[in-house]
């Protein structure tokens, strides 16, 4: 194997090491040392130069920005997420005639779906879908993104909420997470307006929670001064 490859090899098998053992410090900073390596290969996109080992390198150099976008996840940092999965796009797209499927495709573009929902950029959100087969859009990880736009947009909260329960991977839960806090967020908002005080028995419905140590926490963690007597 040529030397580079055999280094990028490597460092990628001790990202993956760091990555299980949730060290994402060390992640981290191995991911930005494979990124230097990878500005080697000029069989990457945008040259995509027909290298002696260009698939072997288009590939592990796919597996690497995969990576990279679920470590943002887990590290939730949000501009890493956009910054990675810019970076992923091509090898989805302009080198999917030079790679076999990924099998992380779907998962991760249902996570760019649900990123740009959480952000609110509903136009990109369409945009991306209009990109997408008929065979895409029926994969779990889309129609789980799909669904809960509509339901968004439609202000089915309850349904939001408990999609949670059915999110297609452990990844999802973040941005999931945000979501929820988003639509409580909103309803509070719409509260603190059209109220004086209210119940905890009220307020527990009125944003979803299933206890009132839930509600609770998130009371205090937004400083809601309607909810001050409770």
Same mark, same amino acid.
């Given at each position: 194997?040529?030397?580079?490859?055999? !280094?990028?090899?490597?460092?990628?098998?001790?990202? =993956?090491?760091?990555?299980?053992?949730?060290?994402?410090?060390?992640?981290?900073?191995?991911?930005? /040392? *494979?990124?230097?390596?990878?500005?080697?290969?000029?069989? *990457?996109?945008?040259?995509?130069?027909?290298?002696?080992?260009?698939?072997?390198?288009?590939a592990i150099a796919r597996d690497i920005y995969e990576h990279a976008v679920v470590?943002?996840? =887990?590290?939730?940092?949000?501009?890493?997420?956009?910054?990675?999965?810019?970076?992923?796009? +091509?090898?989805?797209?302009?080198? /999917?005639?030079?790679?076999?499927?990924?099998? $992380?495709?779907?998962? %991760?573009?249902? *996570?760019?779906?649900?990123?740009?929902l959480v952000q609110n950029r509903i136009a990109e959100f369409h945009t991306e879908?209009?990109?997408?087969?008929?065979?895409?859009?029926?994969? +779990?990880? %889309?129609?789980?993104?799909?669904?809960?736009?509509?339901?968004?947009? !439609?202000?089915?909260?309850? /349904?939001?909420?408990?999609?949670? $329960?059915?999110?297609?991977?452990?990844?999802?839960?973040?941005?999931?997470?945000?979501?929820?806090?988003?639509?409580?967020?909103?309803?509070?908002?719409?509260?603190?307006?059209?109220?004086?005080?209210?119940?905890?028995?009220?307020?527990? $419905?009125?944003? *979803?929670?299933?206890?009132?140590?839930?509600?609770?926490?998130?009371?205090?963690?937004?400083?809601?001064?309607?909810?001050?007597?409770?």
């Open positions: 194997m040529d030397p580079q490859l055999t !280094e990028v090899s490597q460092q990628l098998e001790r990202f =993956k090491a760091a990555f299980v053992r949730k060290d994402y410090n060390t992640c981290s900073d191995l991911l930005s /040392r *494979l990124k230097v390596l990878l500005t080697k290969f000029t069989s *990457l996109p945008p040259l995509f130069e027909n290298t002696p080992n260009a698939a072997q390198e288009l470590l943002s996840v =887990k590290t939730e940092d949000q501009d890493a997420f956009e910054r990675d999965f810019f970076q992923l796009k +091509p090898y989805y797209v302009d080198a /999917r005639d030079r790679l076999p499927p990924s099998p $992380q495709e779907n998962l %991760i573009l249902g *996570l760019n779906l649900l990123r740009l879908l209009e990109l997408l087969s008929s065979a895409t859009l029926e994969n +779990p990880c %889309i129609k789980h993104a799909v669904e809960l736009e509509q339901s968004f947009m !439609e202000g089915a909260y309850n /349904r939001v909420l408990s999609a949670r $329960q059915t999110a297609p991977d452990a990844t999802y839960v973040y941005f999931m997470d945000l979501l929820a806090k988003t639509i409580r967020d909103e309803i509070a908002g719409c509260s603190e307006k059209a109220y004086d005080y209210v119940s905890i028995s009220d307020a527990r $419905q009125m944003l *979803l929670f299933s206890s009132d140590q839930e509600l609770l926490t998130y009371v205090n963690e937004c400083a809601l001064w309607f909810f001050s007597s409770l």
